[in-house]
Structure formats: structure tokens, C-alpha cells
């Protein structure tokens, strides 16, 4: 379980919404790798594509965030 709060949004917006919106903000990411194996929810991922987060959205998704390395890669 997280200990962090997940920004709260518009009741429509579902968690997993943010969450792409969120991997979508970064600049870095060129394209997510999505597992979806229901119509449904390929539906509701390509609706996070219309999410926009504010700069105090994405700043407090990625404060519990911390990269690792790499392994294999120099």
C-alpha cells in the first residue's frame, strides 16, 4: 500500500487516468507500455490522453518517486 495521497481530481477521472496522464507529463517518456486486455480499458487509457496535469498535480505524484538504475546499461 502507498503511504503518499494520490491527488484527487474530477470524480470522472479514474486512478489509472492519472497515472498515465502522469507518465505522459514527462518529457522523457516516448511511449508508455500500456497492457490492456479489454476494450474497456483501452477506452479509458485513451482518455487520460486529454488529462492535463498542473505543475502542483505532477509535483506531488512524483515526490514518493525515486529512479533506480538501470541494470545491464551503463
Known amino acids: 500500500p502507498c503511504e503518499h495521497s494520490f491527488p484527487t481530481r ?3 477521472d479514474l486512478r489509472l487516468q492519472i ?3 502522469w507518465v505522459l507529463s514527462n518529457p ?3 511511449a508508455p507500455i500500456i497492457g ?11 482518455q487520460a490522453t486529454h488529462i492535463e496535469l498542473t505543475t502542483e498535480e ?3 505524484i512524483s515526490s514518493p ?3 533506480r538504475t538501470v541494470l545491464g546499461h551503463s
Open 65 to 67: 518517486y525515486r529512479p
Open 58 to 60: 505532477i509535483a506531488a
Open 28 to 30: 522523457t517518456v516516448s
Open 36 to 46: 490492456s486486455t479489454k476494450v474497456e480499458s483501452l477506452v479509458e487509457l485513451v
Open 10 to 12: 474530477r470524480s470522472s
Open 19 to 21: 497515472a498515465l496522464a
